[in-house]
C-alpha cells in the first residue's frame, strides 16, 4: 500500500511538473508575441487591444465624410475607421460609413439617420460640419458626437460633443526638412543657385488649419536651407482636381523648384510629376502614380484616436472634450521616403529631426525662426474660444515659442511671416 501511494505520489509530480513547463511555454510565446506587437505598432494603440474591452454586439458606430476614398482626405479617415473597428473587434455590420456628405443640413440628417440605425457613436470628419453635429448632440444626448478640426467643444460645454486632431504642424515641419535637404541636393548640382530655391504650395482656403500647416511646414524646409522662400496659392476648395493642378502649374511657372499641398487631390501631384518637379504630398504616398517626383508626405494617423473614443462610448465613460494625439501617441507619422526623388540621407535627417522634437529640444513654431513684417513676436493674441466674432482672447506666445495645439486641439496659427508670399 505505501509503495502504490509512492507510485502515486510520483507520477502526481511529474504530472505537476510537465503542466508547469508547458504553462511557462505557452506563456513565453505570448510574451514574445507581446513583444513583437510593441515594435511593430504605435505606442498610442497599446491601449487599445481588444482584451481589454467587452464588445457590445449591439453597438453601431458611424462616420460622416465629406468626400470618398478618391480624396485623400477622406481615404484617411475611411481606413483609419476600418482599421480601429477591426481592432476593437466590431463586424462590419456595427460600422457604418457615409461618404460625400456636405457641410450643410445634409450633415444634420445623415447624424439623426445614423443614430435612427442604432449607432451610439457619430463621427463627422471636416470643419464645416461641426454646427450641424452639435446640433445633432444637442437633439441625442444619449449618443456621443466627435469632430475631426473643430473648435468649439471646449466652449459649447456638452458631455456627449468632442473635437480631436494632432499635433501635424510637427509632422509638415518633418517633411519640411525633407524638402530643404532637396533644395540643398539641387543647389549643390548646380540645378539652382541658392536664391532660387523657391517652395510653391498648394492650399485649400486661408485657414489657421492651412497657414499652421504651410508655415510649419516652410520652417522646416528653411531650418535645413536657409534660403528658402514660398509662394502659396489658394483654391477655395477642400477637393477639386482641376482647381489644384492649375494651382501646382501656376506655381511652377512661377519658377517654383519643389511643390507642396494642403488639398485632398491628386492634382497637384500628377502636376508635379509631368513637370519633374520634386513633390512633398499630404495624407498619403503618391509613390505609385509620380514614381519620379514623391519625396515623403506626412498625415494624421486616425487609429489611436478612434480605438480610444469608441471604447469609451461603448463602455459608457467619458470622452476628452479636445484630444490631441502627438508624435508620441502615433497620431503623427510620415510615409516611407521615397529614395527614387529624395535627397541622400533623408530619412536619417528626419529621425534625427523627430528625436528632437520628441524631447522637446526644438519647438516647431520658435519665435527665433521667423519674423513677422522684419519683427520678433513676443507676444501673440488668438482666437482659440472661436465664438463667431473672430476676437482674439488668449496669449499663446510662451517660452519662445507660439504654442499651436496647446488651448484646443484644431490649429489657431493664422499669422503671415516673412518668406511667403500668398499669391
Not at 396 to 422: L, M, N, Q, W
Amino acid at each position: 500500500m505505501k509503495n502504490t501511494k509512492k507510485i502515486v505520489a510520483i507520477l502526481l509530480a511529474l504530472v505537476l511538473a510537465v503542466a508547469g513547463v508547458f504553462v511557462a511555454c505557452s506563456k513565453g510565446g505570448d510574451d514574445a508575441k507581446k513583444g513583437e506587437d510593441a515594435s511593430s505598432a504605435p505606442a498610442a494603440s497599446d491601449s487599445a487591444k481588444t482584451d481589454d474591452v467587452k464588445v457590445d454586439p449591439d453597438f453601431k458606430v458611424g462616420f460622416i465624410c465629406l468626400h470618398d476614398e478618391n480624396s485623400t482626405y477622406d481615404k484617411n479617415f475611411i481606413e483609419a475607421a476600418k482599421e480601429a473597428c477591426k481592432n476593437i473587434g466590431l463586424s462590419d455590420e456595427q460600422v457604418i460609413i457615409k461618404t460625400g456628405i456636405g457641410e450643410d443640413e445634409s450633415c444634420l440628417n445623415t447624424a439623426l439617420d445614423l443614430v435612427d440605425q442604432g449607432c451610439g457613436y457619430v463621427f463627422a470628419d471636416s470643419f464645416g460640419h461641426e454646427s450641424y453635429m452639435i446640433e445633432a448632440a444637442k437633439k441625442e444626448p444619449k449618443v456621443q458626437f466627435c469632430h475631426a478640426t473643430g473648435t468649439k467643444a471646449h466652449t459649447e460645454k456638452l458631455s456627449n460633443y468632442h473635437n480631436a486632431f494632432a499635433s501635424i504642424y510637427e509632422g509638415r515641419y518633418l517633411a519640411g526638412v525633407a524638402a530643404g535637404l532637396k533644395l540643398n541636393e539641387m543647389i549643390e548640382a548646380g540645378k539652382i543657385k541658392a536664391e532660387e530655391a523657391k517652395i510653391g504650395y498648394v492650399g485649400a482656403f486661408p485657414y489657421a488649419e492651412v497657414k499652421s500647416g504651410y508655415t510649419s511646414f516652410f520652417l522646416g524646409a528653411r531650418s535645413i536651407c536657409p534660403t528658402a522662400t514660398m509662394e502659396v496659392k489658394f483654391t477655395n476648395s477642400w477637393y477639386d482636381e482641376a482647381l489644384e493642378k492649375e494651382a501646382a502649374n501656376t506655381l511652377i511657372n512661377n519658377k517654383c523648384v519643389l511643390i507642396s499641398q494642403h488639398a485632398d487631390s491628386m492634382g497637384a501631384p500628377t502636376a508635379c510629376e509631368a513637370a519633374g518637379v520634386p513633390d512633398v504630398s499630404y495624407n498619403g504616398s503618391t509613390v505609385d502614380a509620380c514614381p519620379n517626383t514623391f519625396i515623403v508626405s506626412s498625415r494624421i494617423n486616425w487609429v489611436p484616436y478612434f480605438e480610444y473614443s469608441i471604447k469609451a462610448a461603448m463602455a459608457g465613460e467619458a470622452i476628452d472634450t479636445d484630444w490631441t494625439g502627438t508624435i508620441e501617441t502615433g497620431s503623427v507619422v510620415l510615409t516611407e521616403v521615397n529614395e527614387k526623388a529624395a535627397a541622400k540621407d533623408t530619412q536619417a535627417k528626419i529621425d534625427e529631426v523627430k528625436a528632437e522634437l520628441e524631447a522637446g529640444k526644438i519647438h516647431v513654431f520658435d519665435t527665433s525662426a521667423f519674423t513677422v513684417k522684419g519683427k520678433a513676436l513676443d507676444s501673440y493674441q488668438a482666437d482659440v474660444d472661436d465664438m463667431g466674432d473672430f476676437v482674439p482672447e488668449t496669449e499663446v506666445i510662451k517660452d519662445g515659442y507660439f504654442a499651436e495645439s496647446e488651448f484646443r486641439s484644431a490649429p489657431y496659427f493664422d499669422i503671415d511671416i516673412d518668406g511667403i508670399t500668398i499669391l
